[in-house]
């Protein structure tokens, strides 16, 4: 089946540190993926959807010139947090559809970022 | 906007017990709901999509309802295992290819 691969599972970085999270679907193209962040014991909240070839869209609250995305390719979409702070600590998940198909989204899973 | 509602928020059951999770949503204007599985600091296993158009679906011990009309999914496993101990979230999508919207998760423990 789809495979969505999300890497790095785990980080840790320092305050005012930027850190990468890259999601890249395996064996499928994926015009859209999503970016969802999860806090402990909460469920997801979408954060933005990640268009391929186009600016990201954001949810409401949520900072892009902080959390900037990429969609180079129809297989990688980027997510970079800047300037870490210690509330930006969380769980962060991508997720990704086969493009033109109904298929259900495949989820990556997850980069566990802690900022010390 | 559509707001998502899983209830109980954990159970707790003894191993070879049917378990029965519930989902609401407050707009039944969605074109699916699907079922997932979220193992401790890990990703989203999806267990069932249910369209618009459908009653149910059905996948091994798996079934899940839905009543678009008054905004319910049931989720029921039938014959619980302990490998079924996870938090199970229930989201809607209100378009092909849209983003979803999660509820909170039942977190079950089947103990042996």
């Known amino acids: 089946g789809a495979v969505v691969s999300q890497h790095p599972s785990r980080v840790i970085c320092k305050s005012g540190t930027s850190v990468k999270i890259e999601c890249r679907s395996l064996d499928f193209q994926a015009t859209t993926m999503f970016w969802y962040r999860q806090f402990p014991k909460q469920s997801l909240m979408l954060m933005a959807t990640s268009n391929e070839g186009s600016k990201a869209t954001y949810e409401q609250g949520v900072e892009k010139d902080k959390f900037l995305i990429n969609h180079a390719s129809l297989t990688l979409s980027t997510l970079t947090v800047t300037s870490a702070h210690p509330e930006d600590s969380s769980f962060y998940i991508c997720?990704?559809?086969?493009?033109?198909?109904?298929?259900?989204?495949?989820f990556g899973n997850g980069t566990r970022l802690t900022v010390t | 906007k559509q707001e998502v509602t899983q209830i109980p928020a954990a159970l707790s059951v003894p191993e070879g017990e049917n378990l029965v999770l519930n989902c609401s949503f407050t707009d039944s204007a969605i074109y699916n709901l699907q079922w997932f599985r979220q193992d401790p600091g890990k990703g989203l296993t999806s267990l069932l999509l249910i369209q618009s158009s459908q009653r149910e679906q059905t996948s091994g011990r798996l079934n899940a309802s839905l009543d678009k009309s008054s905004g319910r999914s049931t989720l029921y496993i039938a014959a619980s295992q302990p490998g079924d101990s996870a938090t199970y979230l229930c989201a809607v999508s209100k378009a092909a290819g849209n983003k979803l919207t999660f509820g909170g998760g039942t977190r079950v423990l089947v103990k042996p």
């Open positions: 997720s990704a559809r086969d493009r033109g198909s109904f298929s259900p989204l495949h």
